[in-house]
């Protein structure tokens, strides 16, 4: 396989999309992995992510993070119901059960 043709394949497995949500627009990121893929949406002030991310890490650094599992596309994401939330989170009053949508919304 070329250069050029292997570049290609690389990007084809990264698929990035803003995304309307009632108070702003989101930017989403999806990875193909080779069981499931690793889906991130960011808000502007925080982020909603899959279960193949670190929700400790997010607490070290500080991050408003959110996460869901079992989602491949970023409807799944959106309709997905939060299941662990970071430290500065629950200090927005962010909380587990939230619906993802609303939890971007509130991070616009």
Request: proline fraction near 2%; charge should be positive.
């Amino acid at each position: 396989m070329g250069e050029s043709q292997k570049n290609k394949q690389e990007f084809s497995d990264v698929k990035t999309q803003l995304i309307n949500l009632e108070n702003g627009k989101a930017f989403g990121i999806i990875i193909a992995m080779p069981v499931a893929p690793i889906v991130l949406i960011k808000a502007r002030q925080g982020y909603v992510m899959c279960g193949y991310l670190n929700m400790a890490t997010a607490n070290k650094l500080g991050d408003i993070a959110g996460k869901v599992s079992g989602v491949k596309t970023f409807e799944d994401v959106l309709n997905a119901n939060i299941v662990e939330v970071s430290e500065k989170a629950k200090t927005m009053g962010l909380s587990e059960g939230m619906n993802a949508r609303m939890f971007l919304n509130k991070l616009m």
